[in-house]
């Protein structure tokens, strides 16, 4: 599988047969989504940094919300989170995503803005590949998302939610890392990952979207 970070929250995760894309964004000054193409589209919170979804083309199966769905030989499965840690008071509803796609579990947390609960860990144990926001801000920050990385124990990290070309961005970027105790590695645009190249221990990798 091919991951590549577009930025903000969305991924585009290419399969051997079939490619999804996760919270496609409103295009902003600084970033923009380009030609993007996908029969699937999943949506964590109706917000418009997550649910631009006429930028991606292909007429699209749109999941939103909590439940079980399988479209294309892709299982996913949504999970009910809180986009704050006061039980949406804030911010309202979030959808976690665990998707299974050429033999791998994917995690994506959308703006996730509390520590895992046991009933959502059951959900998420299993993930390879967890993508978490770092930004703090909406979502959790840094030290938070060090503790749900804990939780979770995947063999992949790949970091969100955060903008590589600000000061801002850079540092709960530096944050990050320093509190998941890892040297700071040479962002790369795609990642390839397969069942038999996961790492034994958790390893961070960082994406840089595209300029």
Same mark, same amino acid.
């Given at each position: ?21 996760? #919270? ?17 589209v999943t949506v964590s919170h109706?917000? %418009? ?34 986009? #704050? ?42 993930? #390879? ?37 600000? #000061? ?26 397969? %069942? ?16």
């Open positions: 599988m091919e991951i590549t970070w577009l930025g903000h929250a969305c991924f585009q995760l290419r399969g051997k047969q079939v490619a999804l894309v996760t #919270d496609p964004f409103t295009p902003q000054p600084d970033s923009s989504l380009g030609k993007i193409t996908a029969p699937i109706n917000h %418009p940094g997550h649910n631009n979804i006429a930028a991606v083309s292909g007429n699209p199966r749109v999941v939103r919300g909590p439940g079980e769905y399988e479209i294309s030989d892709v299982l996913i499965t949504g999970i009910a989170s809180y986009h #704050d840690g006061k039980h949406g008071a804030e911010r309202g509803r979030n959808t976690i995503y665990v998707i299974h796609m050429d033999g791998l579990v994917i995690c994506h947390l959308g703006d996730l803005g509390h520590t895992l609960q046991e009933e959502q860990l059951e959900e998420v144990a299993d993930a #390879d590949v967890l993508l978490i926001p770092i930004g703090g801000g909406s979502t959790i920050h840094a030290t938070q998302a060090a503790e749900v990385i804990s939780q979770v124990e995947p063999r992949i990290v790949i970091p969100m939610h955060y903008n590589p070309t600000t #000061d801002e961005g850079l540092q709960a970027l530096n944050k990050f890392c320093r509190e998941m105790g890892v040297e700071q590695s040479a962002p790369q645009p795609k990642f390839t990952v397969s %069942p038999t190249s996961l790492p034994v221990e958790t390893q961070v990798v960082l994406l840089t979207p595209p300029a």
